[in-house]
């Protein structure tokens, strides 16, 4: 091949090259845009999480809340789901319903939402098998920006339900279920708590602070990700 011939030859190849590197630049931050923005919420009873989340939507409409412990409610009380129906027989016996269902639930509820919505969800993950099992069905559509831990001693969250149950009529509200919560939730949520710690994705918030003091905390973290 002819020397001038040569040179046209790599000449295009480099812009080819280019130009498909720019490509699948621009395909890869299309990609990344378009995941869906999740924010997990973790607590234990009485620290305040629905007190906060409900802060929180106030500021951005765009912002949708979902409890993974409603989404299981409402499903078994559909008495036309054979989703529903499983759940109902799973608990009946004492076995508890497969994570692949609650990430399920979720993935469904969030998919409904208007585009461009935000995601803030609580009481997920209880334990790391939640997490794995969403990291295989939803890691490709929903990118989790950070897991919110809103950490506050067991004595302060016992005496916050304790009042809540004065007027609440709840029959949890009483120190020796609490003690039993409390202690599930311990060894549920260490393990997430260290996993997303390791990743670097864990915001901590101490809660047993003022509840103004404790949202400004919050606020500043959801600010960052420029959701409020």
Do not use: H
């Amino acid at each position: 091949m002819p020397f001038n011939n040569q040179k046209v030859v790599i000449a295009t190849a480099g812009v080819l090259t280019v130009a498909t590197a720019w490509f699948l630049y621009k395909r890869s931050k299309a990609t990344k845009k378009a995941l869906k923005e999740v924010v997990f919420v973790l607590g234990g009873p009485g620290s305040g999480k629905g007190t906060q989340c409900e802060l929180l939507i106030a500021q951005n409409p765009n912002i949708k809340f979902f409890s993974a412990g409603d989404l299981l409610r409402a499903e078994r009380a559909n008495k036309s789901s054979k989703q529903g129906a499983l759940i109902n027989d799973l608990i009946s016996k004492g076995e508890f319903v497969p994570a692949s269902i609650t990430v399920n639930l979720l993935k469904n509820a969030i998919d409904s939402c208007p585009e461009g919505s935000k995601y803030l969800i609580d009481g997920f993950p209880r334990n790391l098998d939640n997490v794995r099992v969403w990291d295989e069905m939803l890691s490709s559509s929903c990118s989790v920006k950070f897991c919110l831990f809103l950490d506050c001693p067991e004595n302060v969250m016992m005496e916050r339900i304790i009042e809540r149950g004065k007027t609440s009529g709840r029959t949890d509200d009483n120190r020796e279920v609490l003690k039993k919560r409390f202690k599930n939730y311990v060894k549920d949520t260490v393990p997430i708590v260290r996993k997303f710690g390791e990743q670097e994705k864990l915001k901590k918030v101490e809660a047993d602070r003022p509840m103004e003091v404790v949202q400004r905390e919050v606020q500043g973290l959801f600010k960052e990700i420029e959701w409020v």
